[in-house]
């Protein structure tokens, strides 16, 4: 049985990889956890048809490219 090498490259890769995948489950709960909507039309004609037309606005998602639907920040 030969002895493990230490190699800087794949364990580099290692914990790479791994903060990749925290970072993909925190993406995938904020994600599914929200509703997408394939256009920003979309996502406005349903907040309209909630009543909250004035109260919410939409935003492209980066990340799963659907348009989510966000509570407007208060100000003051
Ligand atoms: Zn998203």
New binding site residues.
């Given amino acids: 049985m030969p002895a493990p090498e230490f190699d800087p490259l794949k364990w580099w890769l290692a914990s790479r990889e791994g903060i990749d995948d925290a970072t993909d489950r925190d993406?995938e709960r904020?994600?599914t956890r929200?509703d997408?909507y394939r256009t920003e039309d979309e996502a406005r004609a349903h907040a309209a048809m909630n009543g909250m037309g004035g109260v919410l606005f939409t935003y492209h998602?980066?990340?799963?490219?659907?348009w989510?639907l966000t509570r407007r920040p208060s100000r003051g």
């Fill in positions: 993406l904020s994600c929200k997408g998602c980066r990340y799963c490219d659907l989510h």
